[in-house]
């Protein structure tokens, strides 16, 4: 196996960047840099012309960063490339900072990296005891046991509703701020021994990811993340320039597809004078494309990956 895929497996590789169409000498844009996969690729294809900013606000995202650099794999030593440790959601600011006005392109591998879910010690799994973080950037922010500490059970029960679609949102947040008065939940064995009897036993597996998922888009901020990198990915991207998403649950997805729909969030299209609609994309691929069976097969976080890919009128 590669070393590559000991921290993370590119999801849609080809599919992806080929979506991108890359145009020789042509700005472009990783959000989710991740193990380095698809910018990889995106350097591979540049051939040593234009540039690419890579983004990741994850320190062991940078290690290995650092790693590939320091032994020349993946191109990363070359002179087109920039590592930008930061959240997505300042991309405009960060292509400001770097003096670019317009992008070729830009993608994003909206999951959570293998790399987390593999690493117990961040708590984003239900597989293995841990404390309760779940945070992306380890520097700042509330982690996943303050939240389940502070948040009032309204506030609680909302995200397990918003975020995670839970049935039993209610049930869920009733029996935390029950046993929270007790003493506080730090591990993700304590949340799992609270949440699993009240899920129905056939789907308990698929209830506590989405558990789990739910406050890890509340510690992270993700929606807003998304919506804000989005915005100014319509801003910056160019005339005939890409935009290709890879998603994975139907939240994202929503926002996406509203984006590439219509430029904003709501997937509100806006019309001109003559009633025509006033759309910022025009979409490449109809239907969204899924990784092959063999891929599925391969690597199993890319079975709910979705792609969509648009282009900028």
């Known amino acids: 196996m590669p070393e590559e895929a000991t921290y993370h497996i590119p999801v849609l590789l080809k599919e992806s960047i080929d979506g991108l169409n890359i145009q020789s000498g042509g700005i472009y844009v990783d959000v989710t ?13 540049l051939g040593g012309k234009g540039h690419l900013y890579s983004f990741d ?3 062991d995202a940078e290690q290995e960063f650092l790693r590939k650099r320091e032994e020349g794999e993946n191109g990363n030593s070359t002179d087109n490339f920039t590592f930008v440790r930061s959240n997505f959601r300042y991309l405009y600011n960060w292509m400001r900072y770097y003096g670019i006005e317009v992008i070729d392109g830009l993608i994003a591998d909206l999951g959570v990296s293998s790399h987390h879910f593999d690493d117990f010690s961040r708590g984003f799994s239900f597989r293995f005891d841990a404390p309760l973080d779940m945070r992306m950037n380890k520097r700042a922010g509330k982690t996943a046991a303050e939240i389940l500490e502070e948040y009032s059970e309204q506030q609680l029960a909302d995200i397990f509703y918003l975020y995670g679609e839970l049935k039993q949102a209610r049930r869920l947040a009733a029996t935390i701020c029950k046993a929270r008065a007790g003493k506080p939940i730090k591990t993700t064995n304590e949340l799992v021994e609270l949440a699993s009897p009240l899920l129905p036993k056939d789907r308990e597996k698929k209830d506590m990811a989405r558990l789990f998922q739910a406050l ?28 290709a998403v890879i998603t994975y ?4 997805d929503r926002i996406v597809k509203n984006f590439m729909k219509a430029g904003n969030a709501e997937g509100k299209v806006s019309k001109d004078f003559f009633g025509k609609a006033d759309t910022p994309f025009t979409l490449i691929n109809s239907k969204v494309i899924i990784p092959s069976d063999e891929e599925q097969q391969q690597n199993p976080r890319s079975r709910s990956a979705k792609l969509r890919i648009a282009e900028k009128k």
């Not at 840099?33 to 294809?45: D, K, N, Q, T, V």
């Not at 649950?249 to 994202?252: G, I, P, R, T, V």
């Open 57 to 59: 606000q994850d320190a």
């Open 249 to 252: 649950h139907s939240l994202e």
């Open 33 to 45: 840099f991740g193990g380095g996969g698809h910018s990889a690729e995106i350097l591979r294809r």
């Open 216 to 243: 890890r888009i509340e510690v992270n901020h993700e929606m807003t993340a998304l919506k804000d990198m989005l915005a100014a990915a319509t801003t910056l991207i160019k005339p005939e320039g890409r935009l």
